[in-house]
Every structure is written in structure tokens, then in C-alpha cells.
């Protein structure tokens, strides 16, 4: 797992799957368009959701949450990464969300 800036995030999010793992009350303060949102808690249910073949940056709230999501999708055959700073970075660099 590596760590990314919200600008290389922002780069790839449109050939890579962003993840957004906060909780539903934290996704309504805002979301990176096009996120897929599956709570850090539902993840082992839903992980069919995310397409095996494409990389898959990993967001939550500050970044300590998709360290951990990132390590355990890489550990099971996915190549993912987390975001630094999280959605809190995204927004304080002025970034889209909706």
C-alpha cells in the first residue's frame, strides 16, 4: 500500500475506483464525485462491488481508516492505495464534493 496526495487522487480518479469508507454521516458533509461508498464495517459483504482489475484509491475522513482498508484490499489480491489527509485535505485544497 502507498500513499497518495488528494492531487495524484484527483488525477486518477477517472481510470482508477475511488472508495469512500466513512460512515453515512460523514458522507453527507460531502463526497468525491463518482465514489463508490461502502462503510469500513460493510466492506467483507460488498467487496464484490469493486472491479478486481482497476486500482482502487482508498478515502475516509483524515486518512487513518483507509491505511487500514488499503492494507487488507491489497492483502486480498487488490492494488490499492489511501489518500493522505483524507476527505478533509480534498476539501481544504478546494477540490470538487457533493
Do not use: K
Request: hydrophobic share 40%; glycine share 10%; net charge negative.
Amino acid at each position: 500500500m502507498s500513499e497518495i496526495t488528494v492531487a495524484q487522487a484527483d488525477e486518477r480518479r477517472a481510470q482508477d475506483q475511488i472508495l469512500d469508507v466513512r460512515e453515512d454521516f460523514e458522507v453527507a458533509e460531502g463526497m468525491i464525485p463518482g465514489a463508490l461508498h461502502i462503510p469500513m464495517d460493510q466492506l467483507g459483504s460488498r467487496l464484490q462491488e469493486l472491479d478486481r482489475s482497476r486500482p482502487v484509491i482508498v478515502v475516509c475522513r483524515s486518512g487513518n481508516r483507509s491505511a487500514r482498508v488499503a492494507e487488507a484490499l491489497n492483502q486480498a489480491g487488490y492494488t490499492a492505495d489511501t489518500m493522505t489527509g483524507g476527505m478533509v485535505a480534498w476539501q481544504g485544497a478546494g477540490l470538487p464534493a457533493h
